[in-house]
């Protein structure tokens, strides 16, 4: 009993430090609107301008399918089955199996319709024509879960590496060692702090943007959460590495910047990671940013219920675990 009470009172004092610093509290919320109203401005829905073809049974050894055309961005393709459904949702604009001698293409595409008639003109003989409709996804709408995500990382890996080597360097954690408190209860109230805040922030914005901007979620909203709810803590557990042991914030917050840049590029915030050499594919993989992204966006643009993203949410506990483990390990006080 009296450990689950320094457990609450560490976790009450934590969660007023940061509701008093209405500076942080108002960048939480209002950044992350203002990137997707800014981009919904820019793009008007259409997103950047670029043709995106799938390949599916080409070979890098192979004579290009479509010849020598200019500004499209060739995207390999391994399963015809999802690359269809971005057919319809407009993220390709044609689909060709090159082994097949086919092609899809949406009929309400203009990019499609433009790029089959190219394909036509260049291949003798034409391949066949396998027509799609469906409703574009606008860029707005889909940059959304990235930029919650991203500014859940921020929170996150900040909110609590950053913190905990401020409060070493102060010498706060010296004097929390005078006291009966235990290394994991304080770890643990600061992971369950970091959580409700973040959580209880993302889904403000994101109801925020729901409403004002007609964001469609087709999935269940409660893996919805849960994706955030597990990003959060695999990205809450990775900031407790680099407060571990560090008492230099110049260093922490170069460690911080170090772990969050390669996220925000890799793990497809900004653009899709389709068109990413393969092995930076591959990588990106190891990322857990990527894995909430790409969670996100299955639930609310395919439809995707607990058990299509389940792989997401185990590699995400699973990564929380391991961070966690070494994270508290290598805790030290002063």
Known sequence: MKGLMRFWVVWQARNREFLRDRASLAWNVLLPLLIVFGFSLAYNGDGPAQYRVGLYGATTTGADPLGDLPHILRVPVDDLGPAIIKVERHQLDLLLDV?????????????????????????????????????????????????????????????????????????????????????????????????????????????????????????????????????????????????????????????????????????????????????????????????VIEAARAVMFDGAGFLQIAPHLAILLGMAAVFLTVGARGFRWD
Not at 220 to 228: D, E, G, K, Q, T
């Open 99 to 291: 082994s097949g001698r086919r092609y899809w293409v949406n009929r309400d595409s203009p990019h499609g319709e433009i790029l089959a008639r190219a394909l036509e003109a260049v291949s003798t003989p034409p391949p066949i024509r396998q027509q799609v409709s469906g409703t574009a996804v606008r860029y707005a709408h889909w940059l959304l879960p990235g930029i919650l995500s991203m500014n859940m990382m921020f929170s996150c890996l900040f909110g609590v590496g950053y913190v905990v080597v401020r409060y070493r360097k102060n010498g706060v954690l010296k004097r929390f060692k005078a006291t009966p408190l235990t290394a994991f209860e304080f770890l643990t109230a600061q992971l369950l702090s970091r959580l409700w805040l973040t959580l209880s922030i993302t889904s403000g914005v994101f109801l925020l943007a729901w409403v004002l901007l007609d964001v469609p979620v087709r999935g269940n909203p409660l893996a919805l959460f849960s994706v955030f709810a597990c990003g959060a803590i695999a990205l809450t557990c990775l900031g407790l590495i680099i407060a571990a042991r560090l008492s230099s914030q110049e260093l922490a917050d170069g460690l911080l910047n170090l772990i969050t840049w390669p996220m925000m590029f890799l793990s497809g915030v900004w653009f899709s990671t389709e068109g990413l050499h393969p092995w930076l594919q591959r990588a990106a993989e190891l990322l857990p940013l990527t894995h």
